[in-house]
Nanobody
């Protein structure tokens, strides 16, 4: 049974940093694509970043490119989202997601099979 557990959310000031973690269990994730999505109040869930676990290749939404970094620690089976230069518009619930890697990174919710429970990030101005 796949489990994704996010942590690291909280309150930050604009310009500050937070690091989110996603602890993955129940599979060998070396054959998976991992991603972060976020959902702000009253808005649809949107893609933030993706990573191919075996290749290390990454993809980012334009809104976070240059500010956020997705990475993984193979020994801990954990994916991270380092968020720097935070803006109030980054305020959202952040979700970790996983999908079997058939080739190529993905940006759409329906392409992901497993989801975490989400962690709240609030950025004050």
């Amino acid at each position: 049974q796949v489990q994704l557990v996010e942590s690291g959310g909280g309150l930050a000031q604009a310009g500050g940093s937070l690091r989110l973690s996603c602890a993955a269990s129940g599979r060998t994730f070396s054959t998976y694509v991992m991603a972060w999505f976020r959902q702000a109040p009253g808005k649809a869930r949107e893609f933030v970043a993706a990573l191919g676990w075996s290749t290390g290749s990454t993809d980012y939404a334009d809104s976070v490119k240059g500010r956020f970094t997705i990475s993984r620690d193979n020994t801990k089976n954990t994916v991270y989202l380092q968020m720097n230069s935070l803006k109030p518009e980054d305020t959202a619930v952040y979700y970790c997601a996983a999908a079997y890697d058939y080739g190529g990174l993905r940006r759409y919710e329906y392409e992901y099979d497993y989801w975490g429970q989400g962690t709240q990030v609030t950025v004050s101005s």
